[in-house]
Nanobody
Framework: VQLQASGGGLVQSGGSLTLSCAVS????????MGWYYQTPGPERELVAS???????EYGNSAKGRFTISRDSAKNTISLQMNGLRPEDTAVYYC??????????????WGRGTQVTVSS
């Protein structure tokens, strides 16, 4: 299973970025997909997630500003981030749950992508 994440970068406060994550490999089915962020510290916190039935959940910091969408045909998700704030600065990670021939539901993290919001 391979995850390809892209879209991080440097943006001014109030600006926008779009993060994308694509999953590929020997997959039978893709279950939930989502984005998490991590500031210096051990915990990764939910930004947004979306099920294969398009049920969406947002973390508190994302509500009203970010929108997650999914292209199930391409096994990709996008996170449109608007109204970015300096406190959104973090490393963002894609998380997917997939079914393969070996396991019904396995979690895979992508490499993080840095988002930096300047004031």
């Amino acid at each position: 299973v391979q995850l390809q994440a892209s879209g991080g970068g440097l943006v001014q406060s109030g600006g926008s970025l779009t993060l994308s994550c694509a999953v590929s490999g020997r997959i039978r089915r893709v279950h939930d997909m989502g984005w998490y962020y991590q500031t210096p510290g051990p915990e990764r916190e939910l930004v947004a997630s979306i099920t294969n039935g398009d049920v969406v959940e947002y973390g508190n910091s994302a509500k009203g500003r970010f929108t997650i969408s999914r292209d199930s045909a391409k096994n990709t998700i996008s996170l449109q981030m608007n109204g970015l704030r300096p406190e959104d600065t973090a490393v963002y990670y894609c998380l997917v749950h997939v079914e393969t021939v070996f396991v019904d539901n396995a979690a895979h993290w992508g490499r993080g992508t840095q988002v930096t919001v300047s004031s």
